[in-house]
């Protein structure tokens, strides 16, 4: 199972980016965005809808819109499958995150930065709410998901500091 998450994680890495839909500001890591994913659909990249939240990020109609409606090569933002076909693609859907994140980056948690903690906030709950309490399982499986990715880029950086001092 784990092994089928890291080969998903950098799905949206991969898939080949077309112009209509780039965003130019990021906000999101990557390692952000692998846990929104594996938060919200266990980054299955079926392209599937649950109550009407879509794709590997589960993302809703206001999201995307909210995040300016970012299409595939081949839709017009008009056309009826617009939505659904750009968040159930990783690439497209990934950018719709950063879209919305840098529209509405915010201190959700009042710690004096923005973070993945507040876009996890700001992804689960919405702009207007992400001050209040995120379900528990949410918050469980997200915070569980960045301190492993904490404790991984710890270990890059001592393997690093080995290889230069030998
Ligand atoms: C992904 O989701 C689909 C549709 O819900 C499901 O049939 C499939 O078993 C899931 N895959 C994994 C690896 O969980």
Request: glycine share 8%; aromatic share 8%; hydrophobic share 35%.
């Amino acid at each position: 199972m784990l092994r089928l998450l890291v080969g998903l994680t950098c799905l949206w890495l991969l898939v080949d980016s077309g112009s209509s839909f780039e965003v130019e500001n990021k906000p999101v890591t990557e390692d952000c965005l692998d846990c929104l994913c594996e938060t919200m659909s266990g980054c299955n990249a079926s392209a599937i809808c649950v109550n009407g939240a879509c794709g590997i990020f589960r993302i809703t109609w206001g999201y995307w819109v909210e995040a300016g409606k970012l299409t595939l090569p081949t839709d017009t933002a008009l056309s009826d499958d617009a939505f659904t076909n750009c968040v159930n693609q990783p690439h497209c859907a990934a950018n719709t995150v950063q879209s919305y994140m840098s529209k509405h980056g915010q201190d959700c948690n009042g710690d004096d930065h923005i973070d993945c903690l507040d876009f996890g906030a700001l992804h689960k709950l919405g702009n207007l709410k992400c001050q209040e309490d995120l379900p528990y399982i949410f918050a469980k499986v997200f915070n569980r998901c960045l301190k492993d990715k904490e404790r991984l880029a710890e270990g890059k950086i001592i393997k690093k500091q080995e290889e230069t001092s030998t």
